[in-house]
Structures are given as structure tokens and as C-alpha cells.
């Protein structure tokens, strides 16, 4: 089993930034990759940003990039995703995940076995 907690979401104007974590524990230590997603509401859940655990290679998705860094702390066994340059279209639910399965679509959400609970994110206008 794996647990995973995200924190550090909340509300800020645009234009500011947030850092988001997410802390992991249990049997982590055969994953493969890391994720983040986010979730407005009426939508689907959207991937945000990856990190393959082996590599450290990171990938984004087109609507972040530039703006958003994921990095890893692997002595605190924690994620992050610095938030910069926010937008009101960047307001959702944020959710970490992990994978154990190596893949070269850690863009799909079907990827990930473990989820945390989410942390909101609100950028105002």
C-alpha cells in the first residue's frame, strides 16, 4: 500500500505562485513515476506534469510548460510542483499520484495506481 498527501494549495491572485507537495509513504520504493493532475469542476481529471522515478526525466503538459516545474526530494520522499505565472484557467483540484508499472504514457491517468486526496487550488482574476 501507498499513501500519498498532498498539500500547499489555496488561493492566490494571477500572476502569483504556489508550491504544491506531495508526501509519500508505504511501499514506494519499486515505483516507476510520479504525476500530477488536476481536476475543475465539470471536467475530466487532466494530466498536469510527471517524473519518471529512474531518469528524473520530467514532462509536462502543453498548457503548463514554461510555467510549472516538477521536481522530487528523495530524501523526504516528496514531490513538488512549483506553480508560476498563475491563471484563473489553472483553478481546480490538484492530485498526486504514483505509478508502478514502467510506461511511456505517463500522461494517462490509467497509468497511476495510487492516489492522494487532492488539494484545491483558486487563482482569482
Known amino acids: 500500500q501507498v499513501q500519498l498527501v498532498e498539500s500547499g494549495g489555496g488561493l492566490v491572485q494571477a500572476g502569483g505562485s504556489l508550491r504544491l507537495s506531495c508526501a509519500a509513504s508505504?511501499?514506494?520504493?519499486?515505483?516507476?513515476?510520479m504525476g500530477w493532475f488536476r481536476q475543475a469542476p465539470g471536467k475530466e481529471r487532466e494530466f498536469v506534469a510527471a517524473?519518471?522515478?529512474?531518469?528524473?526525466?520530467?514532462y509536462y503538459a502543453d498548457s503548463v510548460k514554461g510555467r510549472f516545474t516538477m521536481s522530487r526530494d528523495n530524501a523526504k520522499n516528496t514531490v513538488y510542483l512549483q506553480m508560476n505565472m498563475l491563471i484563473p484557467e489553472d483553478t481546480a483540484v490538484y492530485y498526486c499520484?504514483?505509478?508502478?508499472?514502467?510506461?511511456?504514457?505517463?500522461?494517462?491517468?490509467?497509468?497511476?495506481?495510487?492516489w492522494g486526496q487532492g488539494t484545491q487550488v483558486t487563482v482569482s482574476s
Open positions: 508505504g511501499r514506494t520504493f519499486s515505483r516507476s513515476a
Open positions: 499520484a504514483t505509478a508502478f508499472r514502467r510506461s511511456n504514457y505517463y500522461y494517462r491517468k490509467d497509468e497511476y495506481d495510487y
Open positions: 517524473i519518471s522515478w529512474s531518469s528524473g526525466s520530467t
